[in-house]
């Protein structure tokens, strides 16, 4: 197939998001709404790409950190004065014969369907323009597609220029992705005028100017088309993309029950199970035969093979390595690495902590700042003391070491390898190793003194009315 140029316009006002943060740079299912047409356009054999934009500079450095700077160039639009202008402006000073022309705010669209769309312009006749259409159930809001008798495409004409129900009715719309020649597309993008309802020069208005002789359309898959203009339209467009993720991970031999919500960057490997109610996000990865558990949330989160995560599970930014275990109901907060075989319980919170090889804190600890050694067993109630206040201070837990229920280790503090600390200890000071510590008051047994106790007690207590 011959080279062609993507040009993606996203220089519009999106005014209807009513945001401060440009309408392309809205995330769903974790990209920027304008890495999907990106991506597609790439996929389907794009050399490069160039985005029309406003000039905002950070759209421009997310597009080099996320896609490549090398093969991508934005060009300013400004002011916006519609679609046709924002193609002119993308085509210019392309060398490229041929070019793919998207709109930034349709997340769906895919590369099969664009491939489809630059192909048929090698179709019988040759055509200069191939424009996308689709059959919809409800067509307000999209550009109509008008043909004649024989079926030619004469005219695309937006919702607010209709001038019947007859032409209201008509179900074919324009999905708003053309592959053309560059410069018959340049020549009659030259000659728009914006004579219609919003004083915009449009690009479907290239469809007229050329003719029906040079126009040809293909049909694309009908949610191709879902446009973001709003944010229930965000909502709808990414619980799209949330379905398709699903199906893809579930042909690559990953289950996945229910609504699990997964960004199109995380990796899964086969055999993993998701349930219902898991989100995850970012850069997270999930290794073969883990289990991730009812309504867990993890975020950039490295998980191991055979890993079980287990419901109500917050993971941020840390790593679970193979076969370990989590949850239910902790939190590892950033920089908590699990080692092979861990057990982290039921509210645990870990933030900056290693659990060494085998280690276990099962039950109720907060445990920030530390490391704790292979096979350490660190009892239920246990806190890393870490913050004086002012500064964050490092526990550290020798191999095989026991810390009893409800202690808490003041940081800085060394608990050495194979030590005990007894039940209840506040440890202060350094344990060698081997040692017990044990720091807590001594008991006493007062032998017979319970039901005295009781007597004065009662006594003391009203008679209740
Ligand atoms: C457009 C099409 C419509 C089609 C629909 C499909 C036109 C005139 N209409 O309508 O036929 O059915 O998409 O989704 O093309 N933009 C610029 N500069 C501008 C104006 C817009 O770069 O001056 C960009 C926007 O950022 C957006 C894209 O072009 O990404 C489409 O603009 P939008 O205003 O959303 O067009 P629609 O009204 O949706
Ligand atoms: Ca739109």
Redesign the pocket.
């Given at each position: 197939m011959n080279s062609f140029v993507a040009v993606?316009?996203?220089?519009?006002?999106?005014t209807r998001m009513k945001s401060a943060l440009p309408?392309?740079l809205h995330p769903l299912a974790g990209r920027p709404l304008l890495e999907y047409p990106l991506r597609a356009a790439f996929d389907a054999g794009a050399e490069r790409a160039v985005v029309?934009?406003q000039g905002q500079p950070e759209i421009e450095a997310h597009l080099a950190r996320a896609l490549g700077a090398d093969r991508i160039r934005t060009v300013v639009?400004d002011?916006?004065?519609?679609?046709?202008?924002?193609a002119r402006i993308g085509l210019s000073g392309i060398p490229s014969p041929r070019v793919l022309v998207l709109?930034?705010?349709?997340p769906l669209v895919r590369a099969e369907d664009l491939k489809a769309l630059v192909a048929a312009l090698d179709a019988p006749g040759s055509p200069d323009l191939v424009c996308m259409t689709c059959r919809v159930a409800e067509p307000f809001?999209?550009?109509r597609i008008l043909r004649d008798a024989a079926g030619r495409l004469l005219e695309?004409r937006?919702?607010r220029d209709l001038e019947s129900d007859a032409q209201r009715a008509i179900t074919e719309?324009?999905?708003?992705m053309y592959a053309a020649r560059t410069e018959a597309l340049a020549r009659v993008l030259g000659e728009l005028r914006p004579n219609n309802a919003q004083g915009?020069?449009?690009?479907?208005?290239a469809v007229h100017l050329l003719g029906p002789d040079r126009v040809a359309s293909v049909e694309g898959h009908a949610d191709a088309?879902v446009?973001v203009?709003d944010r229930a339209q965000l909502h709808d467009a990414e619980e799209r993309l949330f379905a398709r993720i699903r199906e893809r991970h579930g042909r690559a031999g990953v289950t996945i029950r229910g609504d699990a919500r997964i960004d199109d960057t995380v990796v899964i490997e086969p055999d993993a199970l998701i349930e219902a109610g898991v989100r995850l996000r970012g850069a997270t990865r999930i290794g073969a035969g883990a289990r991730i558990d009812v309504g867990s949330v993890l975020d950039d989160a490295d998980v191991g093979e055979g890993v079980v995560v287990k419901p109500y599970t917050v993971i941020t930014a840390s790593t679970v390595r193979a076969r370990a275990q989590v949850g239910p109901f902790a939190h590892l907060r950033p920089d908590s690495l699990l080692e092979e075989e861990a057990h982290v319980g039921n509210f645990v919170e870990t933030k900056k902590t290693r659990l060494g090889r085998g280690a276990k804190a099962n039950h109720l600890s907060y445990l920030g700042d530390g490391d704790v050694g292979a096979g350490a067993n660190v009892g239920a109630g246990t806190i890393f003391c870490n913050y004086d206040g002012f500064r964050k201070h490092r526990t550290v837990i020798g191999e095989g070491a026991f810390i009893g229920s409800d202690s808490q280790l003041v940081a800085p503090v060394t608990v050495g390898k194979g030590a005990y600390v007894g039940t209840g200890t506040t440890v202060t000071r350094d344990v060698p190793d081997d040692a017990l510590a044990i720091g807590r008051a001594r008991q006493e047994n007062k032998l017979g003194y319970a039901p005295r106790l009781k007597a004065r007690l009662s006594a003391k207590t009203k008679p209740s009315t």
């Open positions: 993606v316009l996203a220089a519009g006002q999106g309408k392309v029309v934009t639009q002011p916006p004065r519609g679609t046709g202008d924002a709109y930034g705010d349709t809001g999209y550009g695309i937006e919702q719309v324009n999905a708003g915009e020069y449009y690009l479907t208005d088309l446009g203009n």
